[in-house]
């Protein structure tokens, strides 16, 4: 379940009335690699299967999807468990990565004990061909894809869009880095590729939204609102072409050659 409802007292002028509203549900899911747990994040419970997938690629402790060798979710009264088990090579890699604190949907990678890792090299991604035209036909067709926020009006999307701008797919959650998880997580088990597309989401765009775009080799990242300095630079150095204030009657493109 992932909406519940509440009753709150609705101002207008000097009347008050009651009203129902939908609220979205945030829990916790603790993520455990080979028995070692790694990170709890505060997310919406839906698609977590998806979810740890991404978590997954994105933390580096898989390179592919394969190398998951099993994926088991647990249902708690205090929250989501997924247990991985990776080959015992990953598993030591993964012990340089791991957390020493509870995470939250905001930020993904606060708390890391070595600033080096959050400037590891990232791969270089293919050349963006999709045209603002693409652009604007995916943000046209955004809202359509976002049920969760239209009911609660607190959710992130990340989609994926094809060289047209028609979407192919989408993942909503609470926090921003978790919907773009679930995205990734949901192509790589379904097998899809960006061909020629590109993300779309429908948030600012931080470091660790390039970070999440570059590792699962996303030619061109769209963001609604406005990008940090650091998202910029990291873009840059991984050749991700990246457009933000993403608005039904213009772009920002960080690499205008392109």
């Known amino acids: 379940m992932t909406i519940t409802h509440s009753f709150d007292r609705v101002m207008r002028d000097s009347s008050a009335a009651l009203h129902e509203r939908a609220v979205i549900e945030e829990s916790p899911v603790a993520i455990e690699v080979n028995g070692i747990g790694y990170a709890v994040m505060m997310a919406t419970p839906q698609d977590i299967p998806d979810f740890a997938t991404g978590f997954a690629l994105a933390e580096r402790i898989v390179t592919v999807p394969d190398e998951i060798e099993s994926l088991d979710v ?5 929250g989501t468990i997924v247990r ?29 004990d070595n600033l080096d890792a959050i400037h590891r090299d990232l791969p270089r991604v293919p050349d963006a061909t999709a045209d603002p035209a693409a652009i604007f036909a995916a943000l046209a067709a955004m809202r359509a894809h976002q049920p969760l926020n239209r009911a609660t009006g607190a959710a992130h999307a990340a989609m994926l869009c094809a060289h047209d701008g028609a979407i192919r797919l989408a993942r909503e959650d609470v926090g921003r880095h978790n919907a773009f998880d679930k995205l990734i997580g949901a192509m790589a088990r379904q097998r899809l590729g960006w061909d020629g597309g590109f993300a779309l989401l429908s948030s600012r765009c931080s470091y660790e939204l390039v970070e999440k775009a570059a590792l699962a080799g996303c030619p061109m990242l769209v963001t609604v609102s406005a990008a940090t300095s650091l998202a910029l630079e990291r873009a840059a150095a991984g050749g991700l072409t990246l ?3 993403a608005r039904d009657d213009a772009v920002l493109f960080s690499h205008p050659v392109r």
């Open 74 to 78: 647990h249902e708690t009264p205090r």
């Open 84 to 112: 991985l088990a990776v080959p015992p090579a990953r598993a030591a890699a993964m012990l340089d990565r791991v957390r020493r604190r509870t995470s939250d949907s905001s930020c993904g990678l606060c708390g890391m």
């Open 243 to 245: 457009v933000s204030l």
